[in-house]
T-cell receptor
Framework: SQQGEEDPQALSIQEGENATMNCSYK?????LQWYRQNSGRGLVHLIL?????REKHSGRLRVTLDTSKKSSSLLITASRAADTASYFC????????????????FGPGTSLSVIP | KAGVTQTPRYLIKTRGQQVTLSCSPI?????VSWYQQTPGQGLQFLFE???????NKGNFPGRFSGRQFSNSRSEMNVSTLELGDSALYLC???????????FGPGTRLLVL
């Protein structure tokens, strides 16, 4: 099963509406990141939120992190057609026994369609 | 700064052949990770290199291998290609392990 799982799998909204995507994970994490991917191209980093942070903003993006529930949400406000893409959350964890970071795990993604 | 570059961008091979993909990280970045993306399996971690050492490895067969050079450039090799190896291979670099990753455009491999 996935470490990170986005919900919903697909979302279709009208331009101007807000879009909310959720991510759940299973193990303790060091940080959580959100990425966007357009049409099978490379991923673009959106936001990194650390485990000791609860909320972070970047332009029209707002990310929350609830470590007690092992979940995060990405809110895109006033969506635009250009926001149409797949959105992924990715988690990693600092493994103290190894004194290094474990591999980054990506969820299956949420496919967002913004209709003009 | 120039972004992460990957070469080649597209590749067609036949079963049984081998392939080498190249990744040049952002200048100054020492960590390079590789991912395989397919419609069925999504984004799967292959391996991560930091300062020429493999730090983490995903659940892929030994046909998949990689290395990192002293200038942080990285290559991954797939030997004895199978049809199921057809995928988008993404490389990402970060300044340090565990930090924000910056992705290249990917190499799309088609195995016939």
């Amino acid at each position: 099963s996935q470490q990170g799982e986005e919900d919903p799998q697909a979302l279709s909204i009208q331009e101007g509406e807000n879009a909310t995507m959720n991510c759940s994970y299973k193990t303790s994490i060091n940080n959580l990141q959100w990425y966007r991917q357009n049409s099978g191209r490379g991923l673009v980093h959106l936001i990194l939120i650390r485990s000791n942070e609860r909320e972070k903003h970047s332009g029209r993006l707002r990310v929350t992190l609830d470590t007690s529930k092992k979940s995060s949400s990405l809110l895109i406000t006033a969506s635009r057609a250009a926001d149409t893409a797949s959105y992924f959350c990715a988690t990693d964890a600092y493994v103290f026994a190894k004194t290094s970071y474990d591999k980054v795990i990506f969820g299956p993604g949420t496919s967002l369609s913004v209709i003009p | 700064k120039a972004g992460v570059t990957q070469t080649p961008r597209y590749l067609i091979k036949t079963r049984g052949q081998q392939v080498t993909l190249s990744c040049s990280p952002i200048s100054g970045h020492r960590s390079v990770s590789w991912y395989q993306q397919t419609p069925g399996q999504g984004l799967q971690f292959l391996f991560e290199y930091f300062s020429e050492t493999q730090r983490n490895k995903g659940n892929f067969p030994g046909r998949f291998s990689g290395r990192q050079f002293s200038n942080s450039r990285s290559e991954m090799n797939v030997s004895t290609l199978e049809l199921g190896d057809s995928a988008l291979y993404l490389c990402a670099s970060s300044l340090l392990q565990g930090e924000t990753q910056y992705f290249g455009p990917g190499t799309r491999l088609l195995v016939l």
